[in-house]
């Protein structure tokens, strides 16, 4: 974050379309499986483990899943190290009018990869799985992140996700991303400031 405290402004970001997916294999070993009923303690686990802003408490699957569980074995992924061992989640999930026109968005819906596993790729191709299962069902998918955190905006910008500006303090949240981040998204908004 450089040498400046910046705030974790909530922003959110669309893909127009669920084209084009780019197809990038797992690293050698890695593997992605689905839920398994009763998975809910260790998407809590991974989920706390990575988090960096929030307090992940144990009924937090709970709000986010409970009144859907019967649609996460084919929504909720696990990423497997080539031990077998879950290091990473990501879930093709949903929302209605994301942005006000009336549709259903696939949503991505909580990314996290273990600390010990980050830094190594993973994230951009855990990610186009899920945008594969989400293209399946919808045309369009949208997401909700926060400006602090880098290393997802990186890989959502290279995966065509598009800042979502008809959002409070959007203008403010995106041009804290871009005095950090050099991407040719944001390069291309001159809103965002210099
Ligand atoms: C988000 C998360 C899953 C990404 O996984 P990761 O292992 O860190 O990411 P990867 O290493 O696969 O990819 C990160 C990308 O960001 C880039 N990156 C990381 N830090 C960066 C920085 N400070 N400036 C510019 N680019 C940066 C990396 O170079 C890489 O891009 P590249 O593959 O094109 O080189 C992981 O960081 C995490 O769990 N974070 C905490 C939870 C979170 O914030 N989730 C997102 C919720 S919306």
């Not at 080539?82 to 994301?98: E, H, K, N, Q, S």
Request: hydrophobic fraction near 35%.
């Amino acid at each position: 974050m450089g040498n400046r405290e910046l705030e974790n402004i909530n922003i959110g970001m669309i893909r127009p379309h669920l084209r084009d997916i780019p197809d990038l294999p797992l690293p050698d070993g890695y593997s992605m499986r689905l839920y398994r009923k009763g998975e809910g303690p260790l998407w809590t686990e991974i989920v706390r483990r990575a988090e960096p802003f929030l307090e992940i408490d144990d009924d937090r699957f709970d709000k986010e899943f409970g009144a859907h569980l019967d649609k996460l074995p084919d929504r909720c992924h696990f990423l497997l190290d080539p031990g077998g061992r879950a290091v990473g989640t990501t879930t093709a999930w949903f929302l209605d009018d994301y942005a006000g026109d009336g549709e259903t968005y696939g949503l991505i819906h909580w990314v996290a990869i273990r600390p010990e596993s980050q830094g190594r790729g993973l994230c951009k191709p855990m990610l186009t799985i899920v945008l594969t299962r989400l293209a399946h069902e919808y045309d369009k998918a949208a997401l909700n992140t926060s400006s602090g955190r880098i290393p997802a905006l990186k890989c959502y910008l290279d995966l065509g996700f598009v800042p979502y500006m008809s959002r409070e303090r959007a203008v403010e949240g995106w041009s804290q991303v871009r005095s950090v981040l050099k991407h040719p998204v944001l390069e291309a908004m001159p809103e965002l400031g210099a």
